[in-house]
């Protein structure tokens, strides 16, 4: 057996309340195949018990984990009902796959404009296919309402998944996470009361949380060693990397016309909101996957750190993917601190040549990031990829997915290097590393306690090191 210091997410949705209580199409925690049916049938059945307008969601939907060799479209969801609106959420987050009736009841037809930000796609007769892509997603909202609840039953909704996802966390290894969740701080308190938190909280703060924080001074950092304010929840400039939607220079493979994906946000916009985040004294944090947006990103924060100078505030980039040697030398002048896609590497290989070789050997781009002098740490980003450190540690080692194929190997780093990825950076991330993130006197003791050794264990096998203890403030709180 070996013992590690505890792992550390630095960007996960929790969505502890989704995987309790939503339609789940797709395995949430490794790879698994499925077929268009099961998606349908699992989604009727949720058909059966909602009322009529009312929208039946299915979620951690994979397009390229589907069985049937073929894409999931309009026609597959009209077969789910002819009364509700119907999605197929991506887990990804930045597509969702729509039923005829969602486009109606929206007034979305083939010669609808996209709009900005986002699009409607199309088969190759012109018409809508049922896909849709980032901002786009937001005009379907108005075909229907959610299910709704009473402030009690969602109070206690949110709590219980709090719970849920907290043991979750622990027993996988990982005893601090980056929660990028809005409306949920108030459940973690009352969890944290009751003995059901079980990891540590760096609460990423947006909308009302954040606007608070700017009106009453109240700076990153705020909170203790089990629940802190961070930095913000990631400020989307760009789309995603698994969808093929975030904004790149060189136009995707083969789509016609040229596609380059979608940006978000205005550089005037960002630029604001920057310059206001940061000098409220908050960490600023993005969501920039191509080399467009994270350029955009860096704009926005060399202005603002310009501005006002705070010292050593290590602005965040959110999955940072598609890099250059111009915007790493951006980054590290500036002491950004990215948190990168930590499980793509085997989970997602098998959208790798969506991009290609060349692309890839600058994507998710460890090895050029730890040698330019910059601290990046592992951010699972869960829904979008599975959560577990130690699929991360092997896809970071070998770059090899779970199909066998290798894409980027230039980017491999040691076995030594994917562990700090996963602990002391991810302390670093957050401004902690003098509290966590590597098992030293003084320091928190939170740690993991694993059957095998990292460092002689095949490379392969990695991620089926048995997890046997998970320690967190020097209490077990998960025992295999």
Request: net charge negative; with cysteine; charged share 20%.
């Amino acid at each position: 057996m070996t013992i590690v210091p505890g792992f550390i997410d630095t960007h996960n949705h929790g969505r502890g309340e989704g995987l309790l209580n939503n339609v789940l199409v797709g395995n949430p925690y490794d790879v698994e195949f499925v077929t268009i049916q099961s998606i349908i049938d699992k989604l009727r059945a949720r058909a059966a018990t909602t009322p009529p307008g009312t929208w039946v969601e299915g979620y951690f939907f994979d397009d390229t984990k589907l069985k049937d060799n073929r894409g999931l479209n309009a026609q597959d969801l009209d077969k789910v009902s002819t009364e509700h609106p119907v999605v197929v959420r991506h887990r990804g987050g930045h597509t969702g796959f729509y039923n005829t009736v969602a486009f109606q009841r929206a007034g979305i037809t083939k010669d609808t404009p996209n709009p900005y930000g986002g699009t409607y796609d199309k088969n190759e007769k012109g018409e809508l296919n049922g896909r849709v892509t980032d901002l786009a997603m937001a005009t379907l909202a108005k075909a229907g309402p959610l299910e709704s609840f009473s402030p009690a039953e969602k109070e206690k909704r949110v709590s219980n998944g709090v719970a849920f996802i907290s043991k979750k966390f622990v027993e996988y290894g990982l005893t601090t996470v980056h929660h990028n969740e809005p409306g949920v701080l108030a459940a973690m308190q009352e969890q944290r009361v009751r003995g059901g938190l079980l990891h540590r909280v760096s609460y990423e703060p947006a909308g009302d949380l954040l606007e608070a924080m700017i009106q009453n001074g109240i700076e990153s950092g705020f909170g203790d060693e089990w629940i802190r304010l961070g930095a913000t929840y990631e400020h989307t400039v760009d789309g995603s990397f698994s969808e093929r939607t975030m904004a790149i220079s060189k136009p995707y493979i083969g789509i016609s016309p040229p596609y380059h994906g979608n940006l978000t946000e205005t550089q005037e916009d960002l630029n604001a909101w920057a310059e206001r985040v940061h000098r409220a004294g908050i960490r600023l944090n993005c969501h920039a996957n191509g080399d467009v947006a994270i350029d955009r990103v860096l704009t926005a924060y060399e202005r603002a750190l310009k501005l006002y100078p705070h010292g050593d505030v290590r602005p965040k980039i959110t999955h940072c993917s598609l890099i250059n040697d111009d915007l790493v030398r951006r980054m590290k002048a500036l002491n950004v601190v990215p948190a990168e896609f930590s499980t793509y590497a085997y989970y997602n290989s098998d959208k790798f040549h969506f991009y290609g070789e060349e692309m890839m050997s600058h994507m998710t781009a460890f090895r050029t990031l730890i040698d330019a002098g910059i601290v990046p740490s592992a951010g699972s980003d869960f829904s979008p990829g599975p959560f577990s450190p130690l699929m991360a540690i092997q896809g970071m080692v070998t770059r090899t997915g779970w199909n066998g194929e290798t894409w980027g190997a230039n980017q491999r780093i040691s076995m030594e290097e994917a562990l700090r990825v996963n602990t002391i950076n991810g302390a670093y991330n957050s401004c902690e590393e003098a509290i966590k993130g590597s098992i030293t006197a003084g320091k928190l003791a939170d740690f993991v306690v694993l059957a095998d050794d990292l460092h002689t264990v095949d490379k392969g096998k990695i991620k089926d090191i048995q997890i046997v203890r998970t320690v967190a403030g020097g209490s077990t709180v998960y025992q295999a």
